[in-house]
Structures are given as structure tokens and as C-alpha cells.
């Protein structure tokens, strides 16, 4: 009875799955693909293997095997979603995979039979595309790109991280721009440089400002690991757009802002050396010497859990010495 025969198999195999058996699986799966070359299942027996190999850290593994199904089965539902997760599993691989992962996503987005700009896949697809492109520092097809992807989906749950890449794109272009104009002193592009910088800055702070305000009207505690991070650093990163454009003032009152909502995080420091930075730069050392003052009562008050599971390799005493 060949079709209970595949039914039961195909049933052993989800269960080894679901149960955390995933070299059985991997084996029912593979075992099912061989015997039962022709059936409809073939293409989501490759897919299943390579989440799997993906689920135990074994990149490698899942690769060959997202490859394998888009390859055998490029017309299939399955043998073309292959080629997202084959992306995602690129980029956990690191830089130098980069390219491998952009060449995956674009048959996804350029050139598929199977995924309209409606289906799941391509829209995963596209923002995951402005992720590669932001790691690899190609930042203007990946503001382009990360732009598209939140005015398409404006609803989708990863605009969060989309926004995110999208304010750091236009910061860490402003400040590439910054040293492109160290080189171009003396040319007529300086001031044509300088007024591009700006202006990525000031996007850049949109964004950040737009993506604060979507989340500090939920409960921090509210708040996963995630976007509890985002939460953090756009603090910081707004601040930091206005001190690289001079604007020292409003500059100040952000950083003084994220000092207490940081508080109790390491990270909240670097906010006091840029404060103390802000009365520098207008002319305040009177103002200077009492921040640094505070600064140094906040590293010494902190809770010791604020340096633990640290981002930041600076220790208490390190900070203590620095300032």
C-alpha cells in the first residue's frame, strides 16, 4: 500500500523533527526523497533537510542542501522559498559570504517565475536585501533598498529592524562622507561633499527619532532583547547625528536624555563623554569639569550588573581611568 507506505514516512520524519531527533529526520527525509523521486513532497524533503542542518549551527550542510532543492526543483513553491533561507544561512557565514547571499536574494526579487511583490518570500526577501547591503557597506543601494521595503510593507513586522539599518545606512555614509572630504580639501567637490554629509545626518536622525517614538510608548519591560537594543542605541545614534553636524546644543539635551535612560547600562557612559564633549566645543569648562564630575559618581555608583554580558569590553576600573 505505496501511498500509506509515503504517508507514514513522510509522518515519521515531521515527528523526528518536531521531537529535536534531527539526525533521524534528516535521514527519513533524504530517505523519503530517494524512494519517492516523483512525489509532490520532493522539494520540501530538501527544504526540511537544510533548516535542520541550519537549526545545529551546521551552515555548510544547509547550503548544499537549499541549493540542492532550488536546483532539482526551480519551478516548485519550495525549490524557489530554497533561496531565502539559503541567503539567511550566507550571512551567518560571515562577509566573505556576502555576494553569495546578494546573488541568492536577486533571483528572488529580479528574476523569479514563481514570487510576485504580494508573496511572503519576496518581501522577506527585499528586506533581508538591504540588510546584506548595509554589512557591506554599499550604502547607497542599501538606503534604496531598505526606503522601498518600509514604503511598500509599512505593516510588516520587520520594518522595526528595516528602520534600524536604514538610519545606520545614512549615518555611516555622512561619516564615509566626512572622510571623503578630508581627502578633497583644496577641491571644488569640499563644500558639495559637506552639505551631502549634513544632509544624511539629518535623515539619519529622522529615522531614529521615528523609530524611538514607535517604541517608548510601550513598557520598556515590553520590549524583547531585540528591540530593547534598537531602543538603546537609537539613543545614542540620534545624538550622535546632531554632534556631527554641530549642532551641539540640541545635541547635548539628547545625550543628557540618553544618559538616564540608560542609566543602568554601560553603554550610557559614552552619552557623558560626549556630553562633556558639547561644553567643550561650546566653550563651556565650567560646565565641562562638573560633567566630567558626574561622570565619574555614575561609573562608580553603577550596578555591577551593568558591566556584565557587556557589548563594551571597557571594565568599571578601565572607565574609571578613562575619565
Known amino acids: 500500500d505505496e ?170 555614509s555622512a561619516l564615509a562622507m566626512r572622510v571623503q572630504g578630508r581627502e578633497a580639501q583644496g577641491t571644488g567637490d569640499l563644500e558639495r561633499i559637506r552639505e551631502e554629509s549634513a544632509r544624511r545626518f539629518r535623515a539619519a536622525r529622522e529615522v531614529y527619532r521615528k523609530l524611538i517614538v514607535g517604541l517608548e510608548y510601550r513598557p520598556f519591560g515590553g520590549l524583547d532583547e531585540r528591540e530593547q537594543m534598537y531602543l538603546r542605541h537609537s539613543y545614542l545614534y540620534e545624538a550622535d547625528c546632531y554632534f556631527e553636524t554641530q549642532d551641539y546644543t540640541d545635541a547635548l539635551k539628547l545625550y543628557e536624555q540618553a544618559a538616564g535612560n540608560l542609566r543602568d547600562s554601560a553603554r550610557g557612559l559614552s552619552a557623558h563623554v560626549q556630553m562633556i564633549n558639547c561644553h567643550v566645543f561650546l566653550g563651556r569648562t565650567r560646565e565641562a569639569r562638573a560633567a566630567l564630575a558626574r561622570a565619574l559618581v555614575v561609573v562608580n555608583t553603577m550596578p555591577d550588573s551593568a558591566f556584565a554580558n557587556r557589548v563594551s569590553p571597557e571594565s568599571r576600573g578601565e572607565w574609571k581611568s578613562y575619565f
Not at 13 to 30: I, N, P, T
Not at 67 to 85: I, K, N, T, W, Y
Not at 118 to 140: K, P, T
Open 3 to 172: 501511498p500509506r507506505s509515503a504517508e507514514f514516512s513522510w509522518k515519521a520524519a515531521e515527528l523526528f523533527a518536531k521531537g529535536g531527533a534531527f539526525d533521524e529526520a534528516g535521514r527519513c527525509y533524504r530517505n523519503f526523497l530517494s524512494q519517492r523521486p516523483e512525489d509532490h513532497r520532493g522539494p520540501t524533503a530538501l527544504l526540511r533537510v537544510g533548516q535542520l542542518h541550519y537549526a545545529r549551527g551546521e551552515l555548510a550542510q544547509a547550503v548544499e542542501a537549499f541549493q540542492e532543492c532550488h536546483q532539482r526543483f526551480p519551478r516548485s513553491f519550495d525549490g524557489a522559498r530554497a533561496l531565502v533561507p539559503m541567503a539567511r544561512t550566507y550571512l551567518a557565514m560571515g562577509r566573505e559570504k556576502l555576494g553569495d547571499a546578494e546573488r541568492a536574494l536577486r533571483l528572488v526579487l529580479d528574476d523569479s517565475d514563481v514570487f510576485t511583490p504580494e508573496a511572503g518570500e519576496f518581501v522577506e526577501g527585499l528586506f533581508l536585501l538591504g540588510d546584506v547591503l548595509e554589512r557591506d557597506e554599499r550604502y547607497e543601494p542599501a538606503i534604496s533598498t531598505l526606503q522601498e521595503a518600509l514604503d511598500r510593507y509599512p505593516g510588516d513586522p520587520r520594518v522595526l529592524r528595516g528602520r534600524f539599518l536604514l538610519g545606520g545606512a545614512y549615518r555611516k
